[in-house]
């Protein structure tokens, strides 16, 4: 149980463009999810908490109006890359845990995203 | 923001061997997960433990939280190739449901 599905694996944008990347938690309820950035062989770098129905929390130095997290519904969060740029370029990851004490975090496979 | 460091950042070692890899941190985690992920996909579960002192053994694995509940190891013996990939830790906050991860731990096992 507990799958975080994330799609598209891939994408690859031209320069001024948004991408949308979904994260549909399968078999569970999430009221709240998790956006992650990562580079190569690096660890996650947190950027933003996702909360269904109401505004997502960004932490401090991502720029909320280019990261726009939309959680809709109980299952799905999404976050949009508006205008993006080369340096955008990177793989990102969602989260999402079932809301009982000390669960753990349920991870998508990650998109990878790549901006010419 | 609690702050988890872990390490080591890098390690390769040959079949066969054992490694240890710890995570140390000056605050109190309510529970600690231990992930492992490999290149292009999301990190996999593989460990949570919750109380002081716990530890827990999967397989050739074993977890174990610090007595404190501010610091954890993974200790891997007679690591395999298939052992490769990207450790990491992550510790949630006493108060909320962020989790803190460490810088994570790559490593390699030359066959």
């Known amino acids: 149980g507990a799958v975080v599905s994330q799609h598209p694996s891939r994408v690859i944008c031209k320069s001024g463009t948004s991408v949308k990347i979904e994260c549909r938690s399968l078999?569970?309820?999430?009221?709240?999810m998790f956006w992650y950035r990562q580079f190569p062989k690096q660890s996650l770098m947190l950027m933003a908490t996702s909360n269904e129905g109401s505004k997502a929390t960004y932490e401090q130095g991502v720029e909320k109006d280019k990261f726009l997290i939309n959680h809709a519904s109980l299952t799905l969060s999404t976050l949009t890359v508006t205008s993006a740029h080369p340096e955008d370029s990177s793989f990102y990851i969602c989260?999402?845990?079932?809301?009982?004490?000390?669960?753990?975090?349920?991870f998508g496979n990650g998109t990878r995203l790549t901006v010419t | 923001t609690q702050l988890l460091e872990q390490s080591p950042q890098f390690l390769s070692i040959q079949e066969g061997e054992n490694l240890t890899v710890y995570c140390n941190s000056s605050?109190?985690?309510?529970?600690l997960q231990w992930y492992r992920q490999e290149p292009g996909e999301g990190p996999v579960l593989l460990v949570t433990v919750v109380t002081g002192g716990e530890v827990k053994k999967l397989k050739r694995l074993t977890f174990q939280f610090g007595d404190a509940r501010k610091d954890s190891s993974l200790h891997i013996t007679a690591a395999q190739p298939g052992d490769t990939g990207l450790y990491l830790c992550a510790g949630k906050e006493t108060s909320g449901s962020r989790l803190t991860f460490g810088e994570g731990t790559q490593l390699t096992v030359n066959p």
């Open positions: 989260s999402a845990r079932v809301w009982r004490p000390n669960s753990p975090l349920h």
């Open positions: 078999d569970f309820q999430a009221t709240t």
């Open positions: 605050s109190v985690f309510s529970s």
